[in-house]
């Protein structure tokens, strides 16, 4: 198994910055080749959607309503993901979920993981 935990989110007024984490762990890492990790949200009423992505390269993908704000980086030797979330709005309160891709290396299984979520939330 692969574990994701994430960490920084939070309350903030419009306008601020949040910087979202998503370290990735488990026993079966070796066998693990990780593809993109990327970060997606589910706001109340709302399907989820991808906010962005990355991939093991470092080629990156952003939500058009973040694009310009939000960036997206991650560092392989920690097998970590960040978002940095900068001018911030009402419209970003979301659950954010953080998600890996990979394939299993002896059987080339596709397998996506995904963290618990962490709750941003942007008041006016």
């Known amino acids: 198994q692969v574990q994701l935990v994430e960490s920084g989110g939070g309350l903030v007024q419009a306008g601020g910055s949040l910087r979202l984490s998503c370290a990735a762990s488990?026993?079966?890492?070796?066998?693990?080749?990780?593809?993109?990790m990327g970060w997606y949200r589910q706001a109340p009423g709302s399907q989820r959607e991808l906010v962005a992505s990355?991939?093991?390269?470092?080629?990156?993908n952003y939500a058009d309503s973040v694009k310009g704000r939000f960036t997206i980086s991650r560092d392989n030797a920690k097998n970590t993901v960040y978002l940095q979330m900068n001018s911030l709005k009402p419209e970003d309160t979301a659950i954010y979920y953080c998600?890996?891709?990979?394939?299993?290396?002896?059987?080339?299984?596709?397998?996506?993981?995904w963290g618990q979520g962490t709750q941003v939330t942007v008041s006016s």
């Open positions: 488990g026993s079966i890492f070796s066998r693990f080749s990780m593809n993109d």
């Open positions: 998600s890996l891709s990979g394939t299993y290396v002896y059987t080339s299984i596709p397998k996506t993981y």
């Open positions: 990355i991939t093991s390269g470092g080629s990156t």
